[in-house]
T-cell receptor, first 115, second 111 residues
Framework: DAGVTQSPTHLIKTRGQQVTLRCSPK?????VSWYQQALGQGPQFIFQ???????QRGNFPDRFSGHQFPNYSSELNVNALLLGDSALYLC??????????????FGEGSRLTVL | AQSVTQLDSQVPVFEEAPVELRCNYS??????LFWYVQYPNQGLQLLLK??????LVESINGFEAEFNKSQTSFHLRKPSVHISDTAEYFC?????????FGSGTKLNVKP
């Protein structure tokens, strides 16, 4: 049973560039959430996708956008990169129909460095 | 919005000593509570969770946490830690299908 997989694991970009991160959820899961974890911080919620739509969003600017595909996989896009976007980006999947009690299953993250 | 406070950013402890990692949350409604562990260069893994019922929950590797509604706390404890417990621990609250994480506590177990 494959867990949550993310790609790439590491990447380096320069200010102003754009980046796309990818995530495949755990088998059987239908919901994907993205988190930003800056150095020394806890994960901060970016947004959540279910049925190919953004369902909830955290306090992140419109430069952060996403997509969910029919196979439940997801992408996170960040435009006009800033130095402050450097962080570990975590994808987490869950099953929405678990009655609200379901936990998040995390991937190992994509570490983005913006120079 | 929910807030989760982990009062200790770092906790050094010797092997086989007991440890408590503190977590408090702000909420006036029912929430689900979780502890996650993050080993270096890895994602977060679920350690244990409180959904309902008994206020004391246990993990398979000897950790336990107690839900205290009046104190709005969910402290994590282990009676005897191992070197392999060295990691960062995150407390999380789930409310309306959204997770809120604390800033983490780094547990450093020394031989």
């Amino acid at each position: 049973d494959a867990g949550v997989t993310q790609s790439p694991t590491h990447l380096i970009k320069t200010r102003g560039q754009q980046v796309t991160l990818r995530c495949s959820p755990k088998s059987g899961h239908d919901t994907v959430s993205w988190y930003q974890q800056a150095l020394g911080q806890g994960p901060q919620f970016i947004f959540q996708y279910y049925e190919e739509e953004e369902r909830q969003r955290g306090n992140f600017p419109d430069r952060f956008s996403g997509h969910q595909f029919p196979n439940y996989s997801s992408e996170l896009n960040v435009n006009a990169l800033l130095l402050g976007d450097s962080a570990l980006y975590l994808c987490a999947s869950s099953l929405l129909t678990s009655g609200g009690t379901g936990e998040l299953f995390f991937g190992e993250g994509s570490r983005l460095t913006v120079l | 919005a929910q807030s989760v406070t982990q009062l200790d950013s770092q906790v050094p402890v010797f092997e086989e000593a007991p440890v408590e990692l503190r977590c408090n949350y702000s909420s006036s409604v029912s929430v689900y509570l979780f502890w996650y562990v993050q080993y270096p260069n890895q994602g977060l893994q679920l350690l244990l969770k409180y959904l309902s019922g008994s206020t004391l929950v246990e993990s398979i590797n000897g950790f336990e946490a107690e839900f205290n509604k009046s104190q709005t706390s969910f402290h994590l404890r282990k009676p005897s830690v191992h070197i392999s417990d060295t990691a960062e621990y995150f407390c999380a609250v789930k409310n309306f299908n959204k997770f809120y994480f604390g800033s983490g506590t780094k547990l450093n177990v020394k031989p």
